[in-house]
């Protein structure tokens, strides 16, 4: 078994070092953790969303609420960038309840669906709070969607926001050098970040059932594997018989940099098998279709 561990993380090693950019990736598998870069801090972008699910189903755990509790979802309860709820929000607003809401954020990565249930959990600090009270550590969620990517792009969030035209004539007014040394500084900001090691270690425990009731683990790992997002990065290197629960995360690029380029999950063996694996890309100047397939690689070396 040992030989096999130290091929995996040379296997890891090896992938990584042929895309630029920081490239940090741990599997946990039944003989141990095995990483590359796995201390290093990665911007979550939208992988923050699973610590949003988990927080409301430890409620419903908690009975503090129900899946099935009506939410009216009105225009001024928008964010911004990927949000297609927005769709269905109209004079009368939406009335959907909050498993929807949960199923949208890790499904479709809506970032007004996460925003709402960030609110309605009392804000960042108190899902923060929480995870640490389960023992994750390594894990930093301190902003929603509509901070986080507005401080990316060198402006400060305003409710105007919501209305996307008032959103790109703001950022289309943000001076270049503001929208550089903005984005500079959210590479190395430590905030809403985490290292590969914490985040493979949750969504073990998870898998696992140790963070939430068997009902809701069952609801949240039905929700990672109903994701459509990025179905090219981990899901591109899976072999027959294998299933994936997964949840990706992306930032905005500028100057050919893009910050985050992320996805993290639990494959599903035919056997019973069940290994985590995080993936996180950091300030890389790779296209799009290169990142995805170092992770592909990385998740067929996880089941190899």
Known sequence: MLILAVSLAASLAEIAATLPGRVGACVQTPSGLECTRGTERFSLQSVMKLFVGIAVLDGVDQRLWKLTDEVLVERKDLSLGVQPIAKLVGEQGYRTDIGDLVRRAVIESDSAATDILIARLGGTAKIQALLL?????????????RHLQTDTMGLKWRQEFVDPAKLERAVAAVPAKRRAAAYRHYQTDPRDTATPEAMTKLL??????RLLSPDSTEFLLRAM?????FPDRLK????????L?????????????????????????????????????????????DRAKVMARIAAAAIR
């Open 133 to 145: 009270s389960k023992g994750l550590t390594g894990l930093r969620l301190d902003r929603d969607e």
């Open 236 to 243: 591109a290197g899976l072999r027959p018989g294998w299933t």
């Open 245 to 289: 629960g997964h949840k990706t995360g992306t930032s905005g690029s500028w100057d050919g940099v893009t910050a985050a380029t992320n996805d993290v999950g639990i494959l599903f063996g035919p056997n019973g098998e069940r290994i985590a694996v995080t993936v996180f890309i950091g300030d890389s100047t790779a296209p799009p279709a």
């Open 225 to 229: 594997r109903d994701t459509t997002t």
């Open 204 to 209: 073990i425990a998870l898998a696992e059932g």
